[in-house]
Nanobody, 123 residues
């Protein structure tokens, strides 16, 4: 059983900062990439940022220069530091990971999602 658990969401004023984190737990053999997605009310889920196990990162144009994704491979944890927040950043932020789990004597690779954490930016 694999679980991705987000934490750190909340309410912040425009221009402020907030950090969210996500811990992957379970019979994890390896993690190849972790990502943050977000979904605003009435909108589709969109990729915010991603990081590979090797440390390569990518960002949505809308957050470049304001958000920073990082990870601690030893702790199976990914972080998203959000600065200069705008009301349009308000959304539920979801953690997503490509990982390999040990199942009995074998392995299974799949994509997993967390339950999400709410980030609200007031104007």
């Amino acid at each position: 059983q694999v679980q991705l658990e987000e934490s750190g969401g909340g309410l912040v004023q425009a221009g402020g900062s907030l950090s969210v984190s996500c811990v992957a737990s379970g019979s994890i053999f390896s993690i190849s990439a972790m990502r943050w997605f977000r979904q605003a009310l009435g909108k589709s889920r969109e990729l915010v940022a991603g990081i590979t196990s090797g440390g390569s990162t990518n960002y949505a144009d809308s957050v470049k220069g304001r958000f920073t994704i990082s990870s601690d491979n030893a702790k199976n944890t990914v972080y998203l530091e959000m600065n200069s927040l705008k009301p349009e950043d308000t959304a539920v932020y979801y953690c997503n990971a490509d990982l390999t789990v040990q199942v009995g004597s074998g392995f299974y690779s799949g994509n997993y999602w967390g339950q999400g954490t709410q980030v609200t930016v007031s104007s």
